[in-house]
């Protein structure tokens, strides 16, 4: 039995547990998969901690994905350019290979639910390290232009200006913002606090599609805006299952089928 699990502080509420025993059931993987509380001061030791007992590979959310970011010894092109790790795999030869599965796991999600990036006008709220995990694969596929929008402009504006050299991309404060776009993902956390961004009416081009990157039994106050403006909603759930797939090909080679599973974990919100 392989161990695998899943870094964080608090770590109690994650799903991954359940979904990556989903996903080693249906593929006949023998893994087992455990939650763990890293201490908030020592991530690297509870790293060392787990190899040491055999452990081969992890997962890591808040907050450690930035400590993880530091501690790899080798870092996957993507992983590098969003400053964050929240896939840990420990090499034949010891070393701890980093890579974060979080923004694939976003743009095939979109993908399940039709949403087309390829020439489209796509914005995103926030500037953090959420949205710092997604600005390259959105970007890789080739959106006419991806505007980069935060409550502090200059986080937007250096966001920007980071990934210009992957395409047409702006950073902005709320106000700057002119639709209409049709594509328009929340990655701020102001969901969490019931908070709505201060954004136009006419943010959405006939047909848009909204994608909230966080997820709750009920919809987002951002997702309910969005709905009453008349474009598609998604939350992030599926985004959540996605980028959990992604790992757990990276660790087994073996690529699950997610649907049943992200079926599974909405009845169970
Ligand atoms: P995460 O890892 O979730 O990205 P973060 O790096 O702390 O967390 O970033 C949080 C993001 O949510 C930021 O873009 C933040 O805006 P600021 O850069 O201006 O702080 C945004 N955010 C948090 N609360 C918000 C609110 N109530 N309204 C609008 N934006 C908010």
Not at 38 to 57: E, K, Q, V
Not at 64 to 80: I, T, Y
Not at 142 to 153: D, I, K
Request: net charge negative.
């Amino acid at each position: 039995t392989d161990r695998y699990c899943v870094f964080g502080h608090p770590v109690g509420h994650s799903k991954s547990p359940g979904i990556h025993v989903a996903f080693a059931t249906q593929t006949g993987q023998d893994i087992d998969y455990t939650a763990i509380e890293a201490p908030l001061d020592d991530f690297p030791g509870a790293w060392r901690a787990f190899t040491a007992a055999g452990g081969c590979g992890a997962n890591v959310t808040v907050p450690f994905k930035e400590d993880a970011f530091r501690l790899c010894d080798v870092l996957s092109p993507r992983a590098q350019r969003a400053g964050a790790v929240n896939t840990l795999v420990l090499g034949k030869d010891g070393q701890t290979w980093g890579d974060t599965t979080d923004g694939v796991g976003l743009v095939r999600d979109l993908k399940h639910h039709g949403v087309a990036l390829a020439g489209s006008r796509v914005l995103v709220l926030g500037a953090g390290g959420a949205v710092r995990g997604i600005l390259e694969p959105l970007l890789v596929e080739g959106p006419e232009q991806l505007m980069v929008a935060n409550r502090t402009p200059a986080k937007a504006e250096a966001l920007a200006a980071d990934f210009a050299d992957l395409g047409a991309i702006h950073g902005g404060g709320f106000e700057a913002v002119a639709g209409p776009f049709d594509v328009v993902i929340n990655g701020t956390s102001a969901s969490l606090a019931g908070d709505l961004p201060p954004l136009p009416d006419d943010l959405f081009a006939e047909g848009a599609s909204a994608y909230d990157m966080m997820y709750g039994a009920e919809p987002t106050v951002f997702l309910r805006w969005a709905s009453a403006r008349g474009a598609r909603c998604t939350d992030g759930l599926g985004m959540l299952v996605e980028q959990a797939a992604e790992s757990f090909f990276l660790w087994r080679n073996r690529r699950p089928d997610t649907a049943p599973v992200l079926e599974a974990l909405r009845k169970s919100l």
